[in-house]
């Protein structure tokens, strides 16, 4: 939706300009001050601004540059009661679009709206996205590269979603290349290994002497991207705690280091990732409802492998001349039936996956004309087998988490556990049921090795 701004201190041009907006089917904001004016378009993306030259709290002229460097890069047309050729000279060459004399007739101001318009509409579509490093040109890539391209255009949040390996980080720094904030940080948070006690110290900084070992001031991630993009990873990782704090440093961009006496103020742009369901989430009380309301104003939604297929043989060939290249391999080629393979696999890791698999099979087939199966680690040939039986619909989806993990200390307990029992059930199987021999192997003392045995329902030999 088209969205115009007009900023004019006379109440009658504020109501003839929204009538032409709204007439047309689009949205109009009117404020009456400068300083309101940029408030807003500092907020919020815009198509078109309307701007006044003789504010009551400055003139628009000379603040042209701040709504034409906006990221949103809204077409600005000057609006004045008192034209004259220097002025329209000026506003022309300092990027407005137009230079309308509020003494024009309706008709002229009309078309000059429409042009503008027009103008704009162009001006999104050609744009060409810079693809960073994305591989495939199946209509779903394209139609996920496209609305990458036009999220960067805006300054909006944005919330990228889909499995594991699909590549939310590779959109998230090509919508970064893609915006006006190109060349400024990009500042990644891996909010799952953000540690709890630690967070607000690594997103906001500390100083000197906020804690025992705080030898330094350390600025934080927030500050780090000022002028550039925040991508937090995983923000469905985010502990609850961290999440209220976030929500009001998204408010207004402003935080304050531990230890700091003065707020601070960040110019970022947030990006977000999440393969887990995060409206799920809110239900179970995990997120924030109020935060993802405001993370996710575009979302972003990246297709599983299995969905673009017409892209395995463009990635396939990526990845290949990757690896060879990186391993300094002469440049080998995949037989028709491995090819076929590939095609019929589910592809639970998605792209990673397939670019993993790429390099196991370089590194046992390297000395090999051709690629074929028989280079397949022979727990992926298992596996392919396995989903090729069984059929696609067959096999579970491996969708974003729905319910949640769970406490860590469970999960840890129960993965020592499991590990603990394969161990022994391997070193009595390796050792045939011999104790002493068991013993030697495992460095346990005798007792220890007895309760251990117990514990897994495991016997040996006397
Ligand atoms: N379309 C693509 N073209 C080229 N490489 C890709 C593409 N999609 C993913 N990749 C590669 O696959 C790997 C995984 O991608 P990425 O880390 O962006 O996925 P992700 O969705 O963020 O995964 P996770 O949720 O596990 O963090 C990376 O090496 C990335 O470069």
Aim: with cysteine; net charge neutral.
């Amino acid at each position: 939706m088209i969205r115009v701004l007009i900023i004019d201190d006379e109440q009658a041009i504020c109501m003839i300009l929204t009538e032409m907006v709204r007439s047309a089917g689009y949205e109009a904001y009117a404020v009456n001050t400068l300083a309101k004016g940029l408030e807003l378009a500092r907020r919020e993306d815009f198509d078109l601004v309307y701007l006044d030259v003789a504010l009551p709290d400055g003139n628009g002229l000379s603040a042209l540059a701040h709504f034409v460097n906006l990221d949103s890069n809204p077409e600005v047309v000057i609006i004045t009661g008192a034209s004259d050729p220097k002025g329209a000279d000026l506003a022309i060459r300092s990027g407005a679009w137009d230079y309308i004399d509020k003494g024009q007739s309706p008709l002229d101001i009309r078309l000059s709206f429409r042009q503008a318009l027009e103008y704009r509409n162009t001006k999104m579509n050609l744009l060409p996205a810079k693809r960073d490093r994305i591989v495939g040109s199946s209509p779903k890539l394209t139609q996920c590269i496209q609305h990458m391209a036009k999220a960067a255009r805006s300054s909006a949040n944005v919330l990228i979603y889909g499995e594991t390996g699909v590549g939310k980080d590779l959109f998230a720094h090509a919508l970064h290349e893609n915006s006006a904030r190109a060349g400024k940080p990009f500042v990644v948070v891996d909010c799952a290994a953000l540690q709890d006690s630690l967070a607000v110290s690594e997103l906001y900084g500390h100083r000197k002497g906020s804690f025992s070992g705080a030898t330094e001031t350390v600025p934080g991630l927030v500050l780090q991207a000022h002028g550039g993009t925040l991508f937090l990873d995983e923000i469905g990782e985010l502990d609850l705690k961290t999440q209220k704090k976030f929500l009001r440093v998204l408010e207004n961009r402003t935080f304050r280091a531990l230890g700091g006496a003065h707020e601070q103020h960040s110019d970022f742009r947030l990006v977000c990732a999440s393969n887990r369901d995060l409206v799920a989430m809110v239900a179970d009380n995990l997120f924030r409802e109020d935060l993802l309301f405001r993370v996710r104003a575009i979302t972003l939604e990246l297709p599983p492998l299995r969905e673009h297929l017409q892209d395995l043989p463009e990635l396939v060939e990526y990845f290949l001349v990757r690896t060879c290249r990186a391993n300094r391999l002469p440049l080998t080629s995949l037989s028709a039936d491995l090819m076929q393979m590939l095609g019929e696999h589910f592809w639970p890791g998605n792209v990673r996956e397939l670019s993993q698999v790429i390099e196991a099979l370089v590194a046992a087939g390297h000395t090999a004309d051709e690629l074929t199966p028989r280079h397949l680690p022979i727990d992926l040939r298992a596996l392919f087998a396995r989903s090729k039986a069984a059929g696609y619909e067959n096999i579970p989806v491996p969708p974003f988490r729905l319910s949640p993990p769970g406490p860590w200390k469970a999960f840890h307990d129960k993965a020592i556990i499991t590990a603990e029992k394969t161990y022994f059930r391997d070193l009595m199987r390796f050792c045939a049921g011999d104790f002493q021999q068991a013993k030697a192997i495992s460095g346990l003392s005798q007792a220890r090795l007895y309760s251990l045995l117990k514990k897994h329902g495991l016997r040996a030999k006397e």
